[in-house]
């Protein structure tokens, strides 16, 4: 295979690099000193480090530097592993227009988070650098003071509440070093109470579900520390009391998936009922699960266990069929007439969502009046003002007759009654 042979090359050429290989160095040092100028020039006056950040991303290469901007208006020079401010010697590196340089008021941070809004706003490509930059800025708390994390934290619920990041970054708090030294918590509280009189309770309660972060408060805590007690006492000392209901919300559903999945394997194994009710009775003392969830929770199981036939006219025998097996089960759990209201509408509201048992829904209850799962005292006041609005008319009307035997065996009791 012929190679390319070279051209000849005089003696003494200069070989010209092509601009678009050409790179400047990197030289974030250069690039803050340039910003610590400017800064200086406009003071403590915000309006004025607006413009000149404004003018300078023409200038300067905010694009290949944005990581060290954030730096310097956050805290003041460029942060080093630790959370210090690099120095070089007796050189001037830091700035007093920064955030950890400002009063620590809401009304002058607010002015800090216009500052940075309107350099977002003019630089689009700067809002994913400022996420990854809080990012970074967030694990270096150790390294910051008491009144740096302070106003970090204000701006941090700021910033949120405004859109400038999302609550996911809170997450880089789950951090043990942070946990350890209670650091990550009383930073997370700090951002709780600003995050809720900036937005309101109902605002701080989406945003930690749109951040996943519902369901992990107790991971913010010294690993000393994750009790509900703890947890209760620190969220209510702040005045953040619903996030507790929240936190008690989260656990009880994430218990409910357990117990329903451990619930499914023990009925699949074929453990005793016996015990599967005094195991589901531990449970839910455990995590404050009530009767009319527990037995919501039952229905659920015990029906995906079935392969159902598409057959409708064959489904009525095998559901009956299948449900016999589990009446004891269901009656451990209807104890009181809640639960026995819950287990009815959960009934109707599954043979409306499922067309192939909508025929069968008076057999089910009539199985279940026989077994003494559901009392002739919870079917009256189902059919007379209890029942939902799903399938309403065709559920009333299948339920007619039974309930007016029902009624008439009422009457002729309390016939019976008055002349004894």
């Known amino acids: 295979m012929s190679q390319k042979t070279e051209k000849p090359v005089l003696s003494g050429q200069r070989i010209k690099t092509r601009k678009r290989d050409e790179r400047e160095k990197y030289d974030p040092s250069g690039f803050r000193d340039s910003i610590l100028v400017g800064l200086d020039k406009a003071g403590p006056d915000l309006e004025a480090v607006s413009k000149f950040l404004d003018s300078a991303g023409s200038k300067l290469d905010y694009r290949r530097y944005g990581e060290a901007l954030f730096d310097i208006l956050i805290a003041g020079g460029l942060l080093i592993p630790g959370g210090q401010i690099a120095q070089e010697g007796d050189k001037m590196c830091k700035t007093h227009s920064c955030i950890f340089e400002a009063p620590c008021d809401m009304a002058s941070l607010r002015n800090y988070e216009q500052v940075f809004t309107k350099l977002m706003r003019r630089y689009k490509y700067l809002e994913k650098m400022f996420e990854e930059e809080m990012k970074k800025v967030l694990v270096f ?209 599954y043979c409306y969502d499922n067309m192939n048992f909508m025929k069968i829904f008076q057999k089910i209850i009539l199985l279940f009046y026989k077994k003494e799962v559901i009392s002739e005292e919870v079917i009256l006041k189902w059919y007379r003002d209890g029942h939902s609005v799903k399938g309403k008319m065709m559920f009333l009307e299948q339920m007619k007759k039974f309930v007016e035997w029902l009624q008439n065996a009422e009457e002729e009791s309390e016939s019976d009654e008055e002349e004894d």
């Open 141 to 349: 708390l150790k390294g910051f003071s008491e009144q740096e994390r302070i106003k970090l934290a204000r701006m941090t619920a700021l910033w949120i509440s405004n859109g400038s990041v999302p609550p996911t970054i809170l997450q880089v708090l789950i951090n043990e070093h942070l946990i350890k030294d209670g650091l990550s918590l009383e930073f997370l509280l700090e951002v709780f109470v600003t995050w809720k009189q900036e937005k309101g309770m109902a605002g701080l309660t989406s945003g930690l579900k749109r951040g996943g972060l519902e369901g992990r408060l107790m991971e913010f805590f010294p690993p000393n520390k994750r009790t509900e007690e703890h947890l209760k006492s620190a969220f209510d000392d702040k005045g953040l009391s619903d996030l507790v209901k929240l936190h008690l919300a989260q656990a009880s559903q994430e218990a409910k998936r357990d117990l329903q999945k451990e619930l499914k394997e023990k009925l699949m194994d074929g453990q005793p009922i016996k015990e599967i009710v005094t195991d589901i009775r531990d449970a839910a003392a455990k995590h404050l699960i009530s009767e009319q969830e527990i037995i919501t929770l039952i229905w659920s199981t015990v029906m995906s266990l079935a392969e159902w036939n598409k057959k409708e006219e064959l489904v009525a025998e095998q559901a009956l069929k299948h449900l016999q097996k589990y009446t004891q089960l269901f009656a451990s759990f209807t104890d009181n007439t809640k639960s026995e209201m819950a287990l009815l509408l959960k009934i109707q509201e």
